[in-house]
Structures are given as C-alpha cells and as structure tokens.
C-alpha cells in the first residue's frame, strides 16, 4: 500500500495591502526571486514611498522585506537610484541635471534599457527626454559598490511636455527609442543618429498622448493610449501614422498597457473600468473585437498593470492600495 500526498493548488490570486494608495510598481527582473515587485504610492505629497514586497508561495503571504542587494529605480523630481538590502534599502544618487537652478522640471516616466542595463532614459515636462549613462565603481578599502551616472544626451523630443519614453528592441535594443507627449505624437529616435527623428503617429485632434509600450517580441509594433481614452492604439512603425489596431472594450479611460514577454501577440490592458483584459491580437489588420481574457478588480480603477518578464504566466495590476498578481 502506497501512499501520495497530494500537493496543495496554488493560488489564482494573490494580494497585497499596501500602507498608501498604489500607482507605480514594476517586477524584479531576477529569475531567481520569484513574485518580488516594488510598489510606488500616489499621495498628494512631496515626499512619496516606494516599497518592496516578496510573496511567499508556501504560506501565500507578502513580507516587505528584501534580502538581495539589487539596484531600484524611482522618478519624481528627479531620477534616483536605491540600493535594495537588508537591513535598509538606501539611496546611492540622485540624478539632477539641472544644477544650476533650485527648482526642477518633473519627470513623468523613465526607462530601463534592457539590452545595456547602464542607460535609463527620462521623460519630462519641460519637452526634453535625458538619456543617463550609469557607473558603478569600487570604494577603496570597502566592498560596497557606489553608483553615479552622467547626461549621455538630453534632447528636445516633443513641442510640449513630453509623458513617456520607452527603448525598442530594434536594432540591437540599446540605441533606439521611443517617446509620446502633449502635442498627440509618438516620436522615435537613434542614439547613433539624434540629429533627425521620425513621427510614428499623430492624433487626428492631437489629444495627448499619454503611455507607450513596445512589443517584446516583434519591434515593429507598439501601443498607445490617449488621455481620457477608452481604447488601446496598435501601430506599425513600418506604417507610420496608420494605427493597424485598436482595442475599445474598455468603458473608461485606459491607465496602463503591457506586452507580454514571451508572445508577440498578446497585450494587457487596464482602466478606469476597474477591468484588465488580456487581447489576441494576431489577426490584425482585421478588426480584433473581443478580449480573450478579463478580470474584474470589483473594489477599484486599476491604476497600473505589469507582466513579469520572469513570470509570464502572472500580471501584476493595483488599485486603491491593494496590489494584486493575478495567474494568466
């Protein structure tokens, strides 16, 4: 006679109650912490917080705790770069390229490149995109690693504020990126060559645009959405100007779009609607009609939607202070 424990379902779901209303969060990037993500608050204060959460699958709980020494991005006024470890997560630089002035230009979004983790790129009001190049070097005496970083470039990008910026992965994935803004463009630009950008589209009203996402899968293509929009925008940088998609089943305004990592062809969406909904978007340039998947956050907009680039079975979405990894 032989015995089996039978092991217990996981989960579906998992949630996180945060101290403060949520809006920014993202996933670590490393394979070997699984379901660990940094969680940003939106109060009506200078001084925001950020927050890093692990899951532990086998009590299905999530500690505030971090024990990897990691590097963590956060913009605001400025870029600042944290160092994550216990026994506290500390600031290793602020990055400020305005130092003649006491007052700043806020940014509105940054990005990681991928490909040569020593870029990020900045986006902010003042219409410029800043591209940083960071170093890490060795203390003398100490095995602490210190950060800074330097202006690789800063740019006029748009004719007036500039509200995100995202590297492609076209052309190798370090040089190539894009950004969307107030005047209703998505713009893309060369590191190699600055001197001239090209106009991916134009709103028809030029009504602001307000988040892009590059697919991870297939450079070619990437998402928009407008301000006070209920629908996604899919263009073709081979096409420019002519969106190849669009995805409309939201009923209020989208606050966040996300690739998945692994398929060319699907996309998450989420808004004010408190719905995310998961799309199949290969037979474009047909009209895609119906998400292939929603999920309904009953107690809340969702402000914010993450896929993991290590997990892809799971989203990551928050709304009010509650964060949320949902199975997929």
Not at 53 to 68: C, R
Not at 125 to 140: A, F, R, S, V
Not at 187 to 215: C, G, K, V
Request: hydrophobic letters at 40%; a negative charge; proline letters at 5%.
């Amino acid at each position: 006679m032989a015995m089996h424990t039978i092991p217990p379902k996981r989960k579906e779901i998992y949630k996180y109650e945060a101290p403060w209303p949520l809006y920014s969060m993202n996933w670590s990037v490393r394979p070997d912490k699984r379901f660990r993500l940094a969680l940003g608050s939106f109060v009506e204060e200078y001084n925001n917080k950020v927050q890093i959460v692990s899951l532990d699958e086998e009590t299905s709980e999530f500690s505030a705790k971090s024990q990897l020494p990691d590097l963590l991005a956060t913009s605001g006024d400025y870029l600042r770069v944290w160092r994550a470890a216990e026994p506290e997560t500390r600031l290793e630089c602020v990055l400020n390229n305005n130092k003649n002035s006491d007052f700043c230009a806020p940014l509105t979004s940054f990005d990681w490149n991928e490909v040569d983790p020593n870029l990020i790129g900045t986006s902010s009001i003042d219409t410029t995109c800043t591209i940083w190049g960071l170093e890490t070097g060795q203390l003398m005496g100490r095995v602490t690693n210190m950060v800074s970083g330097h202006v690789k470039t800063q740019l006029i990008a748009h004719d007036k504020e500039v509200y995100d910026i995202a590297f492609s992965r076209a052309g190798g994935g370090r040089d190539m990126f894009a950004s969307v803004g107030a005047d209703g463009s998505v713009r893309m630009f060369d590191l190699r060559h600055l001197e001239h950008s090209t106009i991916i589209y134009e709103d028809p009203q030029h009504t602001p645009l307000l988040r892009l996402a590059w697919n991870k899968q297939d450079p070619n293509y990437l998402a928009t959405v407008a301000m006070d929009a209920c629908e996604v925008i899919i263009l073709d940088v081979r096409v420019p100007c002519t969106p190849v998609a669009r995805l409309n089943n939201h009923r209020a305004s989208v606050n966040g779009i996300a690739w998945a990592p692994h398929s060319s062809c699907h996309i998450c969406t989420a808004g004010d609607d408190h719905q995310a909904l998961i799309w199949d978007i290969q037979q474009m340039p047909r009209a895609i009609e119906d998400p292939i998947l929603a999920y309904t956050a009953a107690e809340g907009e969702v402000n914010q939607i993450q896929w993991g680039a290590t997990q892809p079975d799971w989203i990551a979405i928050c709304y009010n202070k509650a964060a949320e990894i949902l199975r997929v």
